[in-house]
């Protein structure tokens, strides 16, 4: 168990729709990083946040969005959802000054667009 | 932008034998870490291994360790005694601020 939670683990749901993904960091993580898997693809990075900050974007759609939280949790919102938006999203949360940097991994979330 | 390059889509291995799996890697920067975690069918991602770029030394855990060359900037992994568990993706990773980049990852299929 990384400490990285994340809901719900699966979730079905129709074109055009709008879901949100909720992480928890480890406890006393700052950082916190979206990324997205497709199917038998690597992963792409979304956005990070460090702290309520924006700190870092990558490849996220502006169908997407994200924040973090006072309480450092951490919301994925996807919108105008398309069939290829179907994908494993991960979260993952590190701390500042975290032994090499390290991040770890939440179960991911399974999106199924339907 | 750090750039991540796994040139082996997919490899084999018998078990109980040796394996390496290849990361290239482009930065211009000096001070960094390196990761490789694996990725099994359950798709849960797990750190294997850790370098930080200012140690000349290889990590090294349990039977897996890594071949790190800064200034060739390569990094690769060897699985020793490989085991059918350790059938998985694997991904290096570049990280230096608390920004990680992955690889686009190599499919280890362990045979018995």
């Known amino acids: 168990d990384s400490g990285v939670t994340q809901t719900p683990k699966h979730l079905i749901t129709a074109t055009g729709q709008r879901v949100t993904l909720r992480c928890s960091p480890r406890?006393?993580?700052?950082?916190v990083y979206w990324y997205q898997q497709s199917l038998d693809q690597g992963l792409q990075f979304l956005i990070q946040?460090?702290?309520?900050?924006?700190?870092a974007k990558g490849n996220i759609l502006e169908r997407f969005s994200a924040q973090q939280f006072p309480d450092l949790h951490s919301e994925l919102n996807l919108s105008s959802l398309e069939l290829g938006d179907s994908a494993l999203y991960f979260c993952?949360?590190?701390?500042?000054?975290?032994?090499?940097?390290?991040?770890?991994f939440g179960e991911g979330s399974w999106l199924t667009v339907v | 932008a750090q750039t991540v390059t796994q040139s082996q889509p997919e490899m084999s291995v018998q078990e109980a034998e040796t394996v390496t799996l290849s990361c290239t890697y482009d930065t211009s920067e000096n001070n960094y870490y390196l990761f490789w975690y694996k990725q099994p069918p359950s798709r849960q991602m797990i750190l294997v291994i850790r370098?930080?770029?200012?140690?000349?030394q290889n990590a090294t855990e349990n039977r897996f360790s890594v071949n790190f060359q800064k200034a060739a900037k390569s990094f690769s992994l060897k699985i020793s005694d490989s085991q059918l568990g350790d059938t998985a993706m694997y991904f290096c990773?570049?990280?230096?601020?608390?920004?990680?980049?992955f690889g686009a990852g190599t499919r280890l299929t362990v045979k018995p």
């Open positions: 990773a570049f990280s230096r601020n608390n920004d990680m980049r």
């Open positions: 370098q930080e770029a200012y140690k000349q």
């Open positions: 993952a949360s590190s701390a500042a000054g975290s032994p090499g940097n390290t991040i770890y």
């Open positions: 406890s006393g993580d700052l950082s």
């Open positions: 946040y460090y702290n309520g900050e924006e700190r």
